[in-house]
T-cell receptor, first 114, second 114 residues
Framework: DAGVTQSPTHLIKTRGQQVTLRCSPK?????VSWYQQALGQGPQFIFQ???????QRGNFPDRFSGHQFPNYSSELNVNALLLGDSALYLC?????????????FGQGTRLTVV | QKEVEQDPGPLSVPEGAIVSLNCTYS??????FMWYRQYSRKGPELLMY????GNKEDGRFTAQVDKSSKYISLFIRDSQPSDSATYLC??????????????FGQGTTLQVKP
């Protein structure tokens, strides 16, 4: 079992550009959540996808959007990149609201906006 | 004021020491409490998960939740150099399970010196 895989591992973009990050969940999981982790900070929840629908959303602007595919994989899109979007973007997969289970995190994508 | 407060450290201890890590929170509705460990350049991994108040022990790790004081702790006994990492406390939003929207503390960086 490969666990949660994210791609790419590192990315450098220019301010104003758009970026797409990808996540493949752990085998058997149906829910994907995305988090942003700035340097020296804890992860902040961006949104969660289940059955190809955005189920919950954190306090992030509309520049952040996502998608979940029928195979449960997910993409995070960020438009009009700002310098402040530089962070580690983490994907977590889980079974929806299944008490006693856990969310597994990928290694993240390090995004640098210059 | 942040919903979850965690002393960022860094915390440096000698091998074999007992380590105490703590978080306070403001939302009395939190029900699920978790501790994650994050090694450098890796995603967080779940260490301990507690529902509501009480203690939970797993090997060298003990998690405590005091809902009356809105205070949670993680104790590491006989600390090892391999325990050197950032420790993140997390709580799930009221109405969510432990796999829903997680609210993280800032993380405490721990170094265990041989």
């Amino acid at each position: 079992d490969a666990g949660v895989t994210q791609s790419p591992t590192h990315l450098i973009k220019t301010r104003g550009q758009q970026v797409t990050l990808r996540c493949s969940p752990k085998s058997g999981h149906d829910t994907v959540s995305w988090y942003q982790q700035a340097l020296g900070q804890g992860p902040q929840f961006i949104f969660q996808y289940y059955e190809e629908e955005e189920r919950q959303r954190g306090n992030f602007p509309d520049r952040f959007s996502g998608h979940q595919f029928p195979n449960y994989s997910s993409e995070l899109n960020v438009n009009a990149l700002l310098l402040g979007d530089s962070a580690l973007y983490l994907c977590a997969s889980s079974l929806l609201d299944r008490e006693g289970t856990e969310a597994f995190f990928g290694q993240g994508t390090r995004l640098t906006v210059v | 004021q942040k919903e979850v407060e965690q002393d960022p450290g860094p915390l440096s201890v000698p091998e074999g020491a007992i380590v105490s890590l703590n978080c306070t929170y403001s939302n009395s509705a939190f029900q699920y409490f978790m501790w994650y460990r994050q090694y450098s350049r890796k995603g967080p991994e779940l260490l301990m998960y507690t529902y509501s108040s009480g203690n939970k022990e797993d090997g060298r790790f003990t998690a405590q939740v005091d809902k009356s004081s809105k205070y949670i702790s993680l104790f590491i006994r006989d600390s090892q150099p391999s325990d050197s990492a950032t420790y993140l406390c997390a709580m799930s939003e009221p109405g969510s399970s432990n796999t829903g929207k997680l609210i993280f503390g800032q993380g405490t960086t721990l170094q265990v010196k041989p």
